[in-house]
RNA sequence: GCCCCCAUCGUCUAGAGGCCCAGGAUGCAGGAUUCUCAGUCCUGAGACAGGGGUUCAAAUCCCCUUGGGGGUACCA
């Protein structure tokens, strides 16, 4: 048989990383299986703007790669994959149920059944339906119908029995039907709850691995009593620990990012959305919140960099594999694999799987990724043949210090006019205003003018002659330059950047240093 | 309250009775390289939640405790 397996979104408006972690490992797990991934919305409460709330999860389905078999947009023999479309099916299968005393049309009202309840809890008792509703003859139902009373159908849960599931990741568990009140699977308007929506839903789209968050675990135990009542197999079951938040073993929420903000590692993340907010204009929005995809998307991190992050959180290959591509991932995955406890969401791993994928693309590629920050940040004006090229030979430069493609942001002062770059304070006092530093840069400016060469190997021979004939150390003269040239402390090989600013803008930048800093030594 | 699930370095994990005075990765600290930063290389600190069993032998199996999580809805 086929492996079909499937993810079933509400329309959120976005997509949570969590969520994207559980889409992830039924996609793998249906690929690798040479299967299909299914999409099912499951838009029960009726939204009003459908397509806006389901925009932004089929958004991060595509941007990662992780395209879908049958669902939204392309289809499906089926269809519909939209819950909202299927109520036939429901009322159908409830019609079924009542028909074959499975289920049952319970009159009593929500006041009724909240008595019994407290009542148990009052005599510290199990609660168990007192299924009143049962007792009713035919033509007491029937009076009940033709008066309009309203009434829920509640599955007659057999309390004499257990209902077990081998599941793929826990093993066996158990419950005692005895114990489990009868759940309401539609409600008095014929609409149907989850759990009773889902298994009609599953069976009908034939999927064959429900993989999915532990903390649909218990209500597996409803689920196979529906499965059994409406006669259906059941399909295989795999629940996965829940991504955890850092420094807790609590669920990653959306909600509760200032928590987060006090962590270490986390604090990064939030300090790429502030520079974005900073450099780009940007207001802060809800994309740019971490628990969410879309907010590694802005920043510029590659798919397989969180891909790579999201398949290590309850899953390994073995005790030294640490990064995957999608196609390793497809190759390797395994069900039986995934631990049982939860993960806490990494930000300082996911920057490291991040780092290894963003190297192993070409400079060409990285580039296109860089290009659209300097457009939007104005750094330049547009993306001709020319600014590729010079964009390019600074990510050269950078090497490895580029990690997601918003770090370019941080290189600003190879695009700003010679004449407003800003003098990071701090390294300027260090470095240029240091005793005799203006005037040994000064001279070295003289050799900058006097060079034909300006190419970083040039550059390097004459600042080691420069140093010889001073007679001093290469750590003398090399930091005032790059903090003149660059207006920073720190960055790529110095030689590498006076190349890249080349020859009239060094000189021009080393001026406005010197004017500076004997501004600065009069005062 | 009741039911279910879970428990190894800060974090992600390897480990399915002897290979483990617990391995890798990341993070952290120190050192080397270097013009800074990043990287790279080397070194270091760092964990089997606790208690009972079973066994010649337990991180691994069983029980209890503790802790964490989920469910207990006419939410999904």
Not at 63 to 82: K, M, N, R
Not at 265 to 271: C, G, T
Not at 298 to 323: C, F, I, M
């Amino acid at each position: 048989m086929t492996v079909r397996t499937r993810f079933a979104p509400s329309p959120t408006g976005y997509m949570h990383l969590g969520g994207m972690r559980t889409a992830l490992f039924n996609w793998l797990w249906a690929k690798k299986n040479n299967g299909q991934f299914i999409l099912r919305i499951d838009d029960t409460d009726q939204q009003r703007n459908l397509d806006e709330a389901l925009a932004p999860i089929l958004h991060a389905f595509k941007w990662l790669g992780l395209h879908w078999d049958e669902g939204p947009e392309v289809g499906g023999p089926l269809g519909p994959y939209f819950q909202s479309q299927r109520g036939e099916l429901y009322r159908e299968a409830g019609e079924r149920l009542i028909a074959n005393g499975k289920a049952y049309k319970d009159f009593d009202s929500p006041d009724a059944i909240k008595a019994d309840r407290e009542a148990a809890e009052k005599e510290k008792r199990n609660y168990l339906n007192v299924r009143r509703s049962l007792e009713l003859t035919a033509d007491q139902i029937a009076k009940h119908e033709s008066d309009d009373l309203p009434y829920v159908v509640r599955l007659l849960v057999p309390r004499d029995r257990t209902v077990a599931i081998e599941d793929a990741i826990r093993g066996h568990v158990e419950w005692n039907c005895g114990l489990i009140p009868d759940p309401v699977i539609q409600r008095n308007d014929g609409s149907a709850l989850y759990n009773f929506a889902t298994v009609v839903d599953d069976a009908a789209l034939q999927i064959t691995d429900v993989i999915r968050g532990e903390e649909h675990l218990t209500n597996t135990a409803i689920q196979v009593l529906i499965y059994d009542a409406l006669g259906l197999d059941l399909p295989r079951f795999a629940h996965i620990p829940y991504v955890a938040a850092p420094a807790s073993k609590e669920k990653l929420s959306k909600r509760k990012l200032d928590k987060y903000e006090k962590h270490r590692a986390f604090r990064k993340l939030f300090e790429q959305a502030e520079r974005l907010i900073s450099q780009l204009g940007r207001s802060k929005d809800d994309r740019l919140n971490p628990v969410l995809v879309s907010f590694y998307e802005e920043v510029g991190y590659l798919p397989a960099g969180l891909l790579n992050s999201l398949v290590r959180l309850g899953w390994s290959l073995d005790d030294k594999t640490e990064y995957f591509s999608l196609d390793d991932m497809v190759r390797q995955f395994s069900l039986d694999r995934i631990i049982k406890s939860p993960a806490g969401f990494d930000p300082d791993k996911l920057l490291d799987y991040q780092s290894h994928w963003i190297n192993e693309l070409t400079i060409e590629a990285r580039t296109e990724l860089c290009l659209p920050y300097l457009l939007e940040a104005k750094l330049i004006k547009s993306s001709d043949t020319d600014s590729r090229a010079f964009v390019g030979r600074l990510i050269v430069a950078l090497g490895d210090r580029l990690k997601v493609a918003s770090d370019i942001l941080d290189h600003s002062d190879f695009f700003t006019a010679d004449s407003a770059l800003p003098f990071d304070e701090k390294a300027f006092k260090k470095r240029v205003l240091k005793v005799g530093a203006p005037e040994l840069l000064a001279k070295f400016r003289a050799r900058l003018e006097a060079t034909e060469s300006f190419d970083a190997g040039s550059l390097d021979k004459l600042m080691h002659d420069f140093v010889e004939t001073e007679g001093i150390g290469i750590g003398d003269i090399i930091h005032a330059v790059r903090v003149a040239a660059t207006g920073k402390g720190n960055g790529p090989g110095m030689f590498d950047c006076l190349e890249l600013l080349g020859q009239s803008a060094c000189l021009k930048r080393i001026d406005r240093a010197l004017a500076k800093a004997s501004a600065a030594m009069e005062s």
